[in-house]
């Protein structure tokens, strides 16, 4: 299982993690279990695309269902070292023309790395808009939209559209980093934008990390 938290940027997460962890604890599955800290781990993040930091992670463990709770803030995916901001910065260049190979000389990645982000973001918009356009509609109270026969990049303008309108009434502190949002709104459980629960490759060694 996976909690997604809010966050205002990787320095304040870096400078006291403990204070964006939930401050009441729960099981996902049924509020009546009693779920406990656990051990948590470090994880490899790439900030400014070059340099490598570990940020600490945590999780929480229910007997119960004998099944971990991991905590995620929303800026960071599961499987991607990079910040969302940089996957959300190429998948909007790329949707307002921008060339792969000049975004990758930029940020100093290999064409081929850029291309798979926005291919998985393309890919995944077709699965993930249904699943989100209603949650947003609750608060928008507006009729849903059609998505059966539209291409990937028109979904993700959409949904990216429909995000920032969402984020402004909201007022979600970062309009320019709406997948992040998206992540919150489905309370973690899709991993948005990324790959799928459980097999995280950029986790080292184990500490006990409990609050
Ligand atoms: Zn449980």
């Given at each position: 299982m996976r909690i997604t938290i809010y966050c205002p940027d990787i320095n304040s997460y870096l400078e006291n993690p403990k204070e964006f962890l939930p401050k009441e604890i729960k099981c996902l599955r049924d509020p009546a279990h009693k779920p406990h800290w656990h051990t948590g781990w470090w994880r490899f993040v790439t900030p400014d695309h070059v340099n490598k930091l570990s940020m600490p992670m945590f999780r929480l463990y229910c007997p119960d269902c004998k099944e971990s709770i991991s905590i995620w803030p929303e800026f960071i995916l599961p499987y991607q070292p990079e910040l969302i901001d940089t996957h959300e910065l190429?998948?909007?260049?790329?949707?307002?023309?921008?060339?792969?190979?000049?975004?990758?000389?930029?940020?100093?990645?290999?064409?081929?790395?850029?291309?798979?982000?926005?291919?998985?973001?393309?890919?995944?918009?077709?699965?993930?808009?249904?699943?989100?356009?209603?949650?947003?509609?609750?608060?928008?109270?507006?009729?849903?939209?059609?998505?059966?026969?539209?291409?990937?990049?028109?979904?993700?303008?959409?949904?990216?559209?429909?995000?920032?309108?969402?984020?402004?009434?909201?007022?979600?502190?970062?309009?320019?980093?709406?997948?992040?949002?998206?992540?919150?709104?489905?309370?973690?459980?899709?991993?948005?934008?990324?790959?799928?629960?459980?097999?995280?490759?950029?986790?080292?060694?184990?500490?006990?990390?409990?609050?």
């Open positions: 190429v998948v909007v260049e790329n949707l307002n023309g921008k060339p792969i190979k000049e975004m990758a000389e930029e940020l100093g990645y290999d064409p081929r790395s850029i291309s798979r982000w926005i291919k998985r973001v393309l890919n995944q918009a077709l699965f993930i808009a249904p699943r989100i356009i209603p949650k947003l509609l609750q608060y928008l109270a507006c009729e849903l939209l059609p998505f059966s026969s539209v291409l990937a990049p028109e979904v993700v303008k959409e949904l990216l559209a429909w995000l920032y309108r969402y984020a402004e009434l909201t007022l979600f502190p970062r309009l320019f980093r709406l997948m992040g949002l998206c992540n919150v709104l489905r309370n973690g459980d899709l991993i948005v934008w990324g790959g799928a629960v459980g097999r995280c490759r950029y986790s080292r060694e184990i500490v006990d990390r409990s609050p």
